[in-house]
């Protein structure tokens, strides 16, 4: 990304530079993965709670939107949670039925966040590409799970996910969704109203399709550390 948080595309070898212990690194290769043909696989992580009752409605549809501008090969998966952890819709390529699954969530009470991102991980150990992401749209307070924070993220970076936060409204804990995403090489956006969901949204998918491959080969070589 740039200074400003924007995708930078058409990246060569030449602007990227790889430094180990202070050393410079030869480079390969670097190349798009989308250019490369290489899907990817997301979780829509969406917090039902009773803090988010008064804007469901239109997360829904910026949620749905997200999942529409996604490539036909992408697979899309849906996890809606309060205290209770729904699947409404396992691993799979139907866009139309990730849309429908994300408009037929229902608003809850309580919030087990954590609980909800072990769910979606759990998703994602049957995904047919390695470029994986968990987006989640939460206000981040967390208040009956019985997984740690410390247990969520560790699992994700086992499992090579990304987790993508977006806190909604003025009583976020943005420290916590912060650390979730800067944990697992993801990204926290704050939404201060619901009509801001719909560009956040945008922003990720659009970094998730400007991803990219580098290969380098250590210049001190291999050793067991």
Same mark, same amino acid.
């Given at each position: &990304?740039?200074?400003?948080?924007?995708?930078?595309?058409?990246?060569?070898?030449?602007?990227?530079?790889?430094?180990?212990?202070?050393?410079?690194?030869?480079?390969?290769?670097?190349?798009?993965?989308?250019?490369?043909?290489?899907?990817?696989?997301?979780?829509?992580?969406?917090?039902?709670?009773?803090?988010?009752?008064?804007?469901?409605?239109?997360?829904?549809?910026?949620?749905?939107?997200?999942?529409?501008?996604?490539?036909?090969?992408?697979?899309?998966?849906?996890?809606?949670?309060?205290?209770?952890?729904?699947?409404?819709?396992?691993?799979?390529?139907?866009?139309?039925?990730?849309?429908?699954?994300?408009?037929?969530?229902?608003?809850?009470?309580?919030?087990?966040?954590?609980?909800?991102?072990?769910?979606?991980?759990?998703?994602?150990?049957?995904?047919?590409?390695?470029?994986?992401?968990?987006?989640?749209?939460?206000?981040?307070?967390?208040?009956?799970?019985?997984? &740690?924070?410390?247990?969520?993220?560790?699992?994700?970076?086992?499992?090579?996910?990304?987790?993508?936060?977006?806190?909604?409204?003025?009583?976020?804990?943005?420290?916590?969704?912060?650390?979730?995403?800067?944990?697992?090489?993801?990204?926290?956006?704050?939404?201060?109203?619901?009509?801001?969901?719909?560009?956040?949204?945008?922003?990720?998918?659009?970094?998730?399709?400007?991803?990219?491959?580098?290969?380098?080969?250590?210049?001190?070589?291999?050793?067991?550390?």
């Amino acid at each position: &990304t740039d200074d400003r948080g924007g995708s930078v595309i058409g990246l060569t070898d030449r602007e990227i530079s790889v430094v180990c212990d202070g050393a410079a690194q030869p480079v390969a290769s670097l190349q798009s993965a989308i250019k490369g043909g290489e899907s990817m696989a997301a979780v829509l992580l969406f917090d039902r709670s009773g803090s988010m009752k008064t804007a469901v409605d239109r997360t829904k549809e910026a949620a749905a939107g997200f999942i529409q501008r996604l490539s036909i090969d992408d697979q899309i998966a849906v996890v809606s949670f309060d205290h209770t952890i729904n699947v409404d819709l396992p691993l799979t390529v139907d866009k139309a039925a990730g849309a429908f699954a994300v408009r037929a969530i229902m608003p809850g009470e309580n919030t087990a966040l954590y609980d909800a991102i072990r769910e979606g991980l759990a998703q994602l150990r049957s995904a047919s590409t390695k470029r994986l992401a968990l987006i989640i749209l939460s206000d981040g307070v967390d208040t009956r799970s019985r997984t &740690t924070r410390a247990e969520a993220e560790a699992e994700a970076r086992s499992q090579g996910v990304a987790l993508f936060s977006i806190g909604l409204g003025d009583k976020v804990d943005a420290a916590a969704l912060q650390e979730l995403a800067a944990a697992t090489g993801g990204r926290f956006l704050a939404a201060a109203r619901p009509e801001d969901l719909l560009a956040l949204y945008q922003t990720i998918g659009d970094q998730l399709h400007n991803q990219y491959h580098l290969i380098f080969r250590p210049a001190f070589g291999r050793d067991e550390a």
